[in-house]
Protein backbone atom coordinates (compact mmCIF):
# COMPACT_ATOMS: atom_id res chain seq x y z
CA UNK A 1 0.00 0.00 0.00
CA UNK A 2 3.20 2.39 0.72
CA UNK A 3 4.46 2.32 -2.80
CA UNK A 4 0.44 2.61 -4.20
CA UNK A 5 0.60 5.62 -2.29
CA UNK A 6 3.38 7.08 -3.26
CA UNK A 7 1.71 7.48 -6.78
CA UNK A 8 0.27 10.44 -5.83
CA UNK A 9 2.97 12.94 -5.88
CA UNK A 10 2.45 15.73 -3.60
CA UNK A 11 -0.57 14.22 -2.03
CA UNK A 12 0.36 11.32 0.10
CA UNK A 13 -0.76 12.61 3.21
CA UNK A 14 -3.93 13.57 1.19
CA UNK A 15 -3.91 9.74 -0.21
CA UNK A 16 -2.87 8.48 3.65
CA UNK A 17 -6.00 9.67 5.11
CA UNK A 18 -8.73 8.69 2.55
CA UNK A 19 -7.27 5.25 2.08
CA UNK A 20 -7.66 5.17 5.82
CA UNK A 21 -11.41 6.12 5.74
CA UNK A 22 -12.11 3.73 3.01
CA UNK A 23 -10.55 1.09 5.02
CA UNK A 24 -12.32 1.84 7.94
CA UNK A 25 -15.66 1.86 5.88
CA UNK A 26 -15.45 -1.33 4.63
CA UNK A 27 -14.23 -3.01 8.00
CA UNK A 28 -17.00 -1.19 10.45
CA UNK A 29 -19.29 -2.20 7.56
CA UNK A 30 -20.84 1.41 7.21
CA UNK A 31 -21.03 4.56 5.47
CA UNK A 32 -17.79 7.54 6.12
CA UNK A 33 -18.19 10.53 4.93
CA UNK A 34 -15.52 12.58 3.56
CA UNK A 35 -15.86 16.57 4.18
CA UNK A 36 -16.18 18.46 0.68
CA UNK A 37 -13.23 17.81 -1.50
CA UNK A 38 -12.24 19.99 -4.54
CA UNK A 39 -11.79 18.38 -8.03
CA UNK A 40 -8.31 17.27 -7.14
CA UNK A 41 -8.56 15.28 -4.08
CA UNK A 42 -11.74 14.26 -5.68
CA UNK A 43 -9.60 12.36 -7.94
CA UNK A 44 -7.29 11.13 -5.85
CA UNK A 45 -10.06 9.56 -3.95
CA UNK A 46 -11.90 7.80 -6.96
CA UNK A 47 -8.67 6.83 -7.96
CA UNK A 48 -8.01 5.62 -4.94
CA UNK A 49 -11.58 3.71 -4.68
CA UNK A 50 -11.33 1.95 -7.97
CA UNK A 51 -13.92 -0.44 -9.24
CA UNK A 52 -13.36 -2.50 -5.51
CA UNK A 53 -14.55 0.54 -3.36
CA UNK A 54 -18.11 1.80 -3.83
CA UNK A 55 -18.87 5.40 -3.23
CA UNK A 56 -21.35 8.35 -4.23
CA UNK A 57 -20.84 12.20 -3.97
CA UNK A 58 -22.85 15.04 -3.83
CA UNK A 59 -22.19 19.03 -3.68
CA UNK A 60 -25.30 20.06 -3.19
CA UNK A 61 -25.14 21.83 -6.36
CA UNK A 62 -25.85 19.87 -9.74
CA UNK A 63 -22.71 19.50 -11.43
CA UNK A 64 -21.04 21.09 -8.09
CA UNK A 65 -16.75 21.27 -8.04
CA UNK A 66 -16.54 20.86 -4.25
CA UNK A 67 -18.23 17.57 -2.94
CA UNK A 68 -19.12 15.29 0.03
CA UNK A 69 -17.91 11.32 -0.63
CA UNK A 70 -20.00 8.75 0.69
CA UNK A 71 -17.53 5.36 1.22
CA UNK A 72 -19.89 2.64 1.08
CA UNK A 73 -19.47 -0.92 2.49
CA UNK A 74 -21.48 -2.53 -0.78
CA UNK A 75 -23.22 -1.36 -3.88
CA UNK A 76 -26.82 0.31 -4.73
CA UNK A 77 -26.76 1.86 -0.85
CA UNK A 78 -29.39 4.98 0.10
CA UNK A 79 -27.31 7.98 1.34
CA UNK A 80 -28.64 10.79 3.00
CA UNK A 81 -25.88 13.53 2.49
CA UNK A 82 -24.85 15.73 5.43
CA UNK A 83 -25.07 18.68 3.19
CA UNK A 84 -27.27 21.81 3.64
CA UNK A 85 -28.07 24.42 0.93
CA UNK A 86 -28.19 28.04 2.53
CA UNK A 87 -29.72 31.02 0.47
CA UNK A 88 -29.55 34.68 1.20
CA UNK A 89 -30.99 37.28 -1.49
CA UNK A 90 -29.25 40.43 -0.98
CA UNK A 91 -29.58 43.48 -3.75
CA UNK A 92 -26.92 43.41 -6.42
CA UNK A 93 -27.57 46.91 -7.42
CA UNK A 94 -26.28 48.25 -4.18
CA UNK A 95 -22.94 46.19 -4.16
CA UNK A 96 -21.75 43.44 -5.66
CA UNK A 97 -20.71 40.24 -3.29
CA UNK A 98 -17.99 38.21 -4.82
CA UNK A 99 -16.84 34.65 -4.17
CA UNK A 100 -14.13 36.12 -2.35
CA UNK A 101 -16.31 38.26 0.06
CA UNK A 102 -18.52 35.50 0.54
CA UNK A 103 -15.95 32.47 1.58
CA UNK A 104 -13.83 35.49 3.58
CA UNK A 105 -17.12 35.89 5.76
CA UNK A 106 -17.94 32.57 6.51
CA UNK A 107 -13.99 31.56 6.71
CA UNK A 108 -13.86 34.21 9.51
CA UNK A 109 -16.05 32.49 11.97
CA UNK A 110 -13.66 29.70 12.31
CA UNK A 111 -15.31 27.60 9.84
CA UNK A 112 -12.54 25.24 8.54
CA UNK A 113 -12.74 24.86 4.42
CA UNK A 114 -13.89 21.48 3.71
CA UNK A 115 -16.43 22.30 6.10
CA UNK A 116 -18.10 24.67 3.02
CA UNK A 117 -18.55 23.52 -0.57
CA UNK A 118 -19.24 25.62 -4.14
CA UNK A 119 -20.48 29.13 -3.47
CA UNK A 120 -22.22 31.06 -6.09
CA UNK A 121 -23.61 34.14 -6.52
CA UNK A 122 -26.77 34.71 -9.26
CA UNK A 123 -30.37 36.67 -9.47
CA UNK A 124 -29.43 38.84 -6.81
CA UNK A 125 -28.77 35.91 -4.73
CA UNK A 126 -26.42 34.00 -2.55
CA UNK A 127 -26.11 30.32 -2.55
CA UNK A 128 -23.40 28.01 -0.69
CA UNK A 129 -23.14 24.27 0.74
CA UNK A 130 -21.83 23.82 4.03
CA UNK A 131 -21.94 20.59 6.37
CA UNK A 132 -25.10 20.09 8.10
CA UNK A 133 -23.27 19.83 11.45
CA UNK A 134 -22.33 24.18 10.83
CA UNK A 135 -25.18 25.15 9.09
CA UNK A 136 -27.71 26.20 12.20
CA UNK A 137 -24.58 28.15 13.67
CA UNK A 138 -23.67 30.12 10.39
CA UNK A 139 -27.51 30.98 9.51
CA UNK A 140 -26.94 32.79 13.05
CA UNK A 141 -24.23 34.39 12.57
CA UNK A 142 -23.48 35.39 8.79
CA UNK A 143 -25.73 38.47 9.13
CA UNK A 144 -23.68 41.02 6.91
CA UNK A 145 -21.39 40.39 4.26
CA UNK A 146 -19.26 43.44 3.82
CA UNK A 147 -21.73 46.39 3.74
CA UNK A 148 -24.78 44.07 2.78
CA UNK A 149 -27.19 42.65 5.13
CA UNK A 150 -28.64 39.69 4.29
CA UNK A 151 -29.83 36.67 5.97
CA UNK A 152 -29.52 33.02 5.26
CA UNK A 153 -32.23 30.17 5.33
CA UNK A 154 -32.07 26.74 4.02
CA UNK A 155 -32.55 26.14 0.57
CA UNK A 156 -34.54 22.86 -1.25
CA UNK A 157 -34.50 23.92 -4.18
CA UNK A 158 -32.34 22.68 -7.19
CA UNK A 159 -29.09 25.20 -8.14
CA UNK A 160 -27.47 25.19 -11.20
CA UNK A 161 -24.00 25.60 -10.94
CA UNK A 162 -22.61 28.11 -13.64
CA UNK A 163 -19.25 29.63 -13.80
CA UNK A 164 -18.55 32.78 -15.67
CA UNK A 165 -15.30 32.51 -17.66
CA UNK A 166 -13.85 34.51 -20.23
CA UNK A 167 -11.43 32.91 -23.19
CA UNK A 168 -8.10 34.04 -24.17
CA UNK A 169 -4.89 33.34 -25.80
CA UNK A 170 -1.24 33.47 -24.61
CA UNK A 171 1.86 33.30 -26.46
CA UNK A 172 4.49 30.96 -24.49
CA UNK A 173 7.45 29.45 -25.46
CA UNK A 174 6.47 25.61 -23.99
CA UNK A 175 4.11 23.89 -22.11
CA UNK A 176 6.36 23.73 -19.17
CA UNK A 177 4.37 25.34 -15.60
CA UNK A 178 6.60 28.01 -15.34
CA UNK A 179 6.20 28.92 -19.21
CA UNK A 180 2.48 29.04 -18.60
CA UNK A 181 1.99 30.58 -15.06
CA UNK A 182 4.57 33.62 -16.73
CA UNK A 183 2.44 33.54 -19.92
CA UNK A 184 -1.14 33.57 -17.99
CA UNK A 185 0.10 36.09 -15.26
CA UNK A 186 2.24 38.28 -17.53
CA UNK A 187 4.85 37.63 -15.15
CA UNK A 188 9.05 36.83 -15.49
CA UNK A 189 10.29 33.07 -15.69
CA UNK A 190 11.79 33.28 -12.65
CA UNK A 191 9.08 35.31 -10.32
CA UNK A 192 7.13 32.25 -12.08
CA UNK A 193 9.26 29.68 -10.52
CA UNK A 194 9.46 31.59 -7.08
CA UNK A 195 5.38 31.19 -6.97
CA UNK A 196 5.79 27.55 -7.81
CA UNK A 197 8.56 26.77 -5.37
CA UNK A 198 6.28 28.54 -2.66
CA UNK A 199 3.51 26.34 -3.37
CA UNK A 200 1.30 29.24 -4.79
CA UNK A 201 0.23 27.24 -7.63
CA UNK A 202 -2.18 24.38 -7.72
CA UNK A 203 -3.01 21.98 -10.66
CA UNK A 204 -6.19 20.20 -10.37
CA UNK A 205 -6.49 21.56 -7.08
CA UNK A 206 -3.33 19.94 -6.33
CA UNK A 207 -0.25 21.38 -4.99
CA UNK A 208 2.48 21.97 -7.81
CA UNK A 209 5.90 20.41 -6.98
CA UNK A 210 7.60 21.04 -10.18
CA UNK A 211 8.03 23.71 -12.77
CA UNK A 212 9.22 21.66 -15.44
CA UNK A 213 5.97 19.76 -15.46
CA UNK A 214 4.13 19.98 -18.51
CA UNK A 215 1.05 21.69 -18.67
CA UNK A 216 -2.36 18.90 -20.04
CA UNK A 217 -5.14 19.74 -21.57
CA UNK A 218 -8.18 20.70 -19.36
CA UNK A 219 -5.86 21.37 -16.45
CA UNK A 220 -7.09 23.61 -14.19
CA UNK A 221 -4.51 25.89 -12.63
CA UNK A 222 -5.09 28.12 -9.77
CA UNK A 223 -2.47 30.97 -8.96
CA UNK A 224 -2.70 32.58 -5.47
CA UNK A 225 -3.32 36.39 -6.35
CA UNK A 226 -3.92 35.90 -9.76
CA UNK A 227 -6.64 34.01 -10.15
CA UNK A 228 -8.07 30.62 -11.54
CA UNK A 229 -7.63 29.10 -14.87
CA UNK A 230 -8.44 26.08 -17.32
CA UNK A 231 -5.93 25.43 -19.72
CA UNK A 232 -7.86 24.36 -23.21
CA UNK A 233 -5.36 23.46 -26.34
CA UNK A 234 -2.69 24.54 -28.48
CA UNK A 235 -4.24 26.61 -30.77
CA UNK A 236 -1.42 26.95 -32.84
CA UNK A 237 2.64 27.14 -33.37
CA UNK A 238 4.07 30.91 -34.61
CA UNK A 239 7.04 31.06 -36.85
CA UNK A 240 9.20 31.32 -34.36
CA UNK A 241 8.14 27.75 -32.78
CA UNK A 242 6.24 29.09 -29.26
CA UNK A 243 2.90 28.21 -28.45
CA UNK A 244 -0.52 29.87 -28.48
CA UNK A 245 -2.43 28.40 -26.40
CA UNK A 246 -6.44 28.68 -25.51
CA UNK A 247 -7.01 29.39 -22.03
CA UNK A 248 -10.64 29.67 -20.03
CA UNK A 249 -10.36 32.61 -17.37
CA UNK A 250 -12.46 32.39 -14.56
CA UNK A 251 -14.68 35.36 -13.65
Known amino acids: ?4 IEH ?6 LATRLMDQIQMSQRQNRVIFTPFLSVGEGNVLTSLCGKEHPYKCNGGFVDAQRCCY ?15 LLKAKYRSRFENLTHRDVLGAFLNQGIEREKI ?3 LIQDDAVYIAVMESISTFLIGQITKIKHT ?23 VSSLRMDAIVSGICHLSRS ?13 ND ?24 QFIEVKHMTKKNRF ?3 VRVFC
Not at 8 to 13: H, N
Not at 156 to 168: D, P
Open 149 to 171: TLSFVPYNGIVQYEQAYELHQYN
Open 117 to 119: GDI
Open 70 to 84: ALLPYEEMDVEFPIV
Open 8 to 13: FKGAQE
Open 244 to 246: VIE
Open 191 to 203: KAVSLISSGLVKV
Open 1 to 4: MKEY
Open 206 to 229: LPLETSSALCHNNSTVSIRGYGRF
